[in-house]
């Protein structure tokens, strides 16, 4: 168990860095430029997927860290 946890939780990591890079980035200076304001937009599709799973793996990464403290 004791090597199974970092090991666990670095990949983890790594899919958690992947999925954060792979979020549209905010619309900040599209909107100086004439763009619409995309900050209360609807998340669809493939992008509500890869927010989920962000939101999971994080979830997943803080327990394999505190189960790394524990064990």
């Not at 430029?33 to 900050?39: Q, Y």
């Amino acid at each position: 168990m004791k090597t199974f946890l970092p090991f666990a939780q670095i990949i983890i990591a790594i899919f958690l860095i992947l999925f954060i890079l792979l979020q549209q980035r905010g619309g900040a200076l599209g909107s100086i430029f004439g763009g619409t304001s995309g900050f209360y937009a609807t998340r669809r599709g493939i992008e509500k997927k890869v927010f989920w799973a962000t939101i999971i793996f994080g979830i997943l990464f803080i327990l394999l860290a505190i189960l790394n403290l524990i064990f």
